[in-house]
């Protein structure tokens, strides 16, 4: 277990993701995009590759050098999103592309809830190689399912976002 009486220890972190990448390449014959919606995610991300041996077939993208459309866009592609950050969880789901969820923050929990995909979520303080990569595994061969259960969910939350901004716009004129 790497999580000890409230601190993290990163090295295990970076080895537990690393293993779980290598892992999912060797079963699935993938390739890995490692998304960073915040800059401050870019370091971590680049330290993860020092934790694998298929480095080759791992890729980085960020918002330094891409839109949020064209980071949902590249999402729109993948099989499944693991995510730690709610942005990134928020943006998979707004092109119905199935994900996990660490849920480092509670808004993880929040946003999986409000989606209904409260079974693709893991508490961080829970992350275990045997938990990530098995609930990995259940989603990859899921995908198709969930894909199409997520989108008329992801509509009725588009749908009631557009509708606040509607009330905000009002109440602001």
């Known amino acids: 277990k790497w999580y000890t009486k409230g601190t993290f220890r990163r090295e295990d972190f ?9 892992y999912l390449i060797d079963e699935l014959d993938v390739n890995i995009m490692l998304t960073a919606t915040q800059v401050m995610d870019l370091r971590i991300n680049k330290e993860i590759l020092k934790y694998v041996k298929h480095g080759d077939r791992i890729r980085i993208i960020s918002n330094m050098q891409y839109s949020y459309q064209d980071i949902a ?20 789901a707004a092109v119905n592309t199935p994900m996990i969820s660490i849920n480092s923050y509670p808004k993880n929990e929040g946003f ?19 938990r990530l990569s098995d609930l990995a595994m259940r989603a990859w061969k899921s995908m198709e399912r969930t894909r199409k259960t997520l989108k008329p969910i992801v509509e009725r939350e588009k749908l009631k976002a557009r509708q606040s901004a509607m009330v905000v716009s009002d109440f602001l004129e």
């Open 14 to 22: 970076l080895k537990l993701i690393g293993a779980t990448i290598d």
């Open 112 to 130: 999986m809830r409000s989606i209904e995909q409260d079974d693709w979520m893991i508490e961080i303080n829970n992350l275990t190689f045997d």
């Open 73 to 92: 866009g590249l999402l729109q592609c993948v099989g499944i999103h693991i995510g730690l950050r709610t942005h990134s969880l928020i943006l998979s």
